[in-house]
């Protein structure tokens, strides 16, 4: 299925750069023709009074066949099986089976639609990213939980970036998340400085980094 071994290696990096992120990640798998998009969630509301954007991270790979897909796994599991595959040198893989109420992921960016809308500095994005890993490291406890992070993430990366060149009549702002997805999922090579063009479609902004995409839907509706 998988078009051949670098795009099992791609895949491979993408499910462990997540997992750093989020030991207990969850990817969604949508496939189009030729192509999957491996999607994973940066952050999300926590509950129906949270105001945090949902940002998602979103690497396409292409197939070598063009299976329906549209599930949601868990990331480790999904490690084990193309470590499997790469071990027997194949790239079939075997998914593992899907998992239920993962709140983000029934958040559909649209597949179509897109049209630019701005653009936005690579060294922009680095230093923000940095200064919200900073802010984020002097907030946490000594020994937090899952909870305590998720919150001070959420707090921290919801807030808006400066730096963004909005062409659009109606202005919408990035969240300081999306710099951090650039970051921990590896899509801006240092040797990129910019810019970085930015769309829109519908409720939703995309940004178009050289190694991936980064989503961010800037409403409440579906």
Known sequence: MLDNERTLRDV?????????????????LSSAPGALG?????????????????????RAVPLSSS???????????LELSL??????????????GPLMNVAWAGTRPPA?????????????????????MDEVARALPDNPGAAVVSTVRNRVWSEPMGGFNNADSEPAQLPRAVALACEI??????????PIRVLKSENWLRLNAPAGYVL?????GH
């Open 12 to 28: 491979m990096i993408f499910i462990r750069r997540a997992r750093s992120f989020n030991p207990q990640a969850a990817l969604r």
């Open 38 to 58: 491996v999607f994973a969630n940066v952050i999300s509301p926590q509950n129906l009074l949270d105001t945090a954007p949902t940002v998602l991270a979103m």
């Open 67 to 77: 299976p329906e897909i549209d599930t949601v796994v868990d990331a480790r599991a």
């Open 83 to 96: 470590q499997s595959v790469a071990d027997q040198q194949k790239l079939d893989i075997h998914l593992p």
């Open 112 to 132: 179509s639609g897109w049209v630019p809308c701005g653009e936005i500095g690579a060294e922009d994005l680095r230093g923000v990213a940095r200064s919200g």
């Open 185 to 194: 999922f590896g899509f801006l090579p240092r040797d990129i400085a910019g």
């Open 216 to 220: 961010v839907k800037t409403g409440r």
